[in-house]
């Protein structure tokens, strides 16, 4: 019967040829992580605005509502009532939905901030990487022709 070849010494082998510097993944791993760090940081605050948003929407139509369900003398007292329940919320909703906007827009800006940084950040680890294997190239490439 044939047995399978054990292509683990191969492997080995293959990766030993290609070292890997391991500061440069050391330094990517850590920058992704302050990365996401940052930007978890700029979700957890747009989140938290957005509940205290919503949390005074809710409450602002709950006092008027029971403004709005008070007993009253005459009929069309209700109707007052709601007309005035209706408008306060009209004016609630553009209110709130422009806070709910302000927040979407600095999350925006700081998400383009962060990216922006991040890149300029990988580039330059791009460069100072190419600039050292480069100059390991070199001294190989002039260490095998001395001999």
Request: glycine content about 0%; aromatic content about 6%; hydrophobic content about 45%.
């Amino acid at each position: 019967m044939t047995t399978a070849q054990d292509f683990t010494k191969v492997f080995q082998d293959m990766m030993a040829s290609f070292p890997v510097d391991q500061t440069a993944m050391k330094d990517a791993f850590k920058s992704s992580a302050s990365l996401a760090e940052k930007m978890s940081k700029v979700a957890l605050e747009a989140a938290e605005k957005s509940t205290e948003i919503s949390a005074k929407w809710t409450k602002d139509s709950l006092v008027k509502a029971s403004e709005a369900t008070a007993a009253k003398e005459e009929a069309t007292d209700y109707a007052k009532a709601m007309t005035t329940f209706a408008s306060s919320q009209a004016e609630m909703v553009s209110e709130h939905m422009a806070a709910f906007a302000e927040v979407a827009k600095k999350v925006q800006m700081e998400t383009v901030e962060l990216m922006l940084a991040a890149g300029k950040d990988l580039s330059e680890d791009a460069t100072a990487a190419v600039k050292k294997a480069t100059t390991e190239v070199q001294a190989a490439a002039k260490k095998a022709t001395a001999k």
